[in-house]
């Protein structure tokens, strides 16, 4: 190779490194302008998982329970459910009524829950 095209090259590259770490170095740091500065150095909570997780899971599903038991009688019906966001206990009222009430309790939306999660694992 000629060498003043080998010269080139290697300012070129050199030139090339130095021009890409100027750039790197004065890019701006994008921060979300919706997180609060006191919030943008924190660590995330750890994950959550196993009996807590579905403790977790349980109050949650509890507490929609509760919102779609509006008059407080301590049981919802499917349209209840439906009009909730409660889609897994509509899907699986039938289920869940082994009664055939037209109504279930959070007794029983927890007991089938428990059931199916052990008819899950593997024996």
Same mark, same amino acid.
């Given at each position: 190779?000629?060498?003043?095209?080998?010269?080139?090259?290697?300012?070129?590259?050199?030139?090339?490194?130095?021009?890409?770490?100027?750039?790197?170095?004065?890019?701006?740091?994008?921060?979300?302008?919706?997180?609060?500065?006191?919030?943008?150095?924190?660590?995330?909570?750890?994950?959550?998982? &196993?009996?807590?997780?579905?403790? /977790? !899971?349980? %109050?949650? $599903?509890?507490? =929609?329970?509760?919102? @779609?038991?509006?008059?407080?009688?301590?049981?919802?019906?499917?349209?209840?459910?439906?009009?909730?966001?409660?889609?897994?206990?509509?899907?699986?009222?039938?289920?869940?009524?082994?009664?055939?009430? &037209?109504?279930?309790?959070?007794? /029983? !939306?927890? %007991?089938? $829950?428990?059931? =199916?999660?052990?008819? @899950?694992?593997?024996?």
């Amino acid at each position: 190779m000629n060498p003043s095209i080998r010269r080139s090259l290697r300012w070129l590259s050199a030139g090339g490194l130095a021009l890409a770490a100027g750039i790197a170095a004065a890019a701006p740091v994008l921060r979300d302008p919706a997180v609060p500065e006191a919030l943008r150095h924190t660590t995330p909570a750890p994950i959550t998982q &196993g009996e807590a997780l579905r403790a /977790q !899971v349980e %109050a949650k $599903l509890r507490a =929609r329970f509760e919102v @779609a038991d509006a008059e407080g009688q301590g049981h919802i019906s499917r349209t209840q459910a439906e009009a909730a966001g409660l889609g897994y206990v509509a899907q699986h009222f039938d289920a869940i009524d082994g009664n055939r009430h &037209g109504t279930v309790s959070w007794e /029983q !939306v927890r %007991a089938y $829950l428990h059931r =199916r999660e052990r008819a @899950a694992q593997p024996h």
